[in-house]
Nanobody, 118 residues
Framework: QVQLVESGGGLVQPGGSLRLSCAASGIFSIYGMGWYRQAPGKQRELVAAITKDGSTNYADSVKGRFTISRDNAKNTVYLQMNSLKPEDTAVYYC?????????????WGQGTQVTVSS
C-alpha cells in the first residue's frame, strides 16, 4: 500500500520558519522527491525537487530561503523553509516518482497547509 505522510505545516508569522516532512512507504525504486504548492486561484507549482543522488532544483522565488533534503534510508524528504513570506501561503504537496523498467510512476501526498500571516 502506497502512502505519503506529510507533516510540519501550520501558521507562522512573516520571517518565521517551518520544516515539512514527507515519509514514503510502499514505493520501490524511488528516484525523485519534491515539493509543490498551490495557492488559492493559482496553478500548482514546483517549489523544490531532489534526485536520488542529491541534485536539487528550486523555484526562483524560494532560492536562498528554502532547502530540500532527503534521507534515502527512510524514504523521507524534507523542506526547510526560512524567511517565510505571506506569498508562500499555500497547500504544499509532496511528490515522489519511482522508475521501474523504464516506466515512471508518480505519487502525491494529501497536502499540508502553510499559512504565513501576522
Amino acid at each position: 500500500q502506497v502512502q505519503l505522510v506529510e507533516s510540519g505545516g501550520g501558521l507562522v508569522q512573516p520571517g518565521g520558519s517551518l520544516r515539512l516532512s514527507c515519509a514514503a512507504s510502499g514505493i520501490f525504486s524511488i528516484y525523485g522527491m519534491g515539493w509543490y504548492r498551490q495557492a488559492p486561484g493559482k496553478q500548482r507549482e514546483l517549489v523544490a525537487a531532489i534526485t536520488k543522488d542529491g541534485s536539487t532544483n528550486y523555484a526562483d522565488s524560494v532560492k536562498g530561503r528554502f532547502t530540500i533534503s532527503r534521507d534515502n534510508a527512510k524514504n523521507t524528504v524534507y523542506l526547510q523553509m526560512n524567511s517565510l513570506k505571506p506569498e508562500d501561503t499555500a497547500v504544499y504537496y509532496c511528490n515522489v516518482d519511482s522508475r521501474t523498467k523504464g516506466v515512471k510512476y508518480e505519487y502525491w501526498g494529501q497536502g499540508t497547509q502553510v499559512t504565513v500571516s501576522s
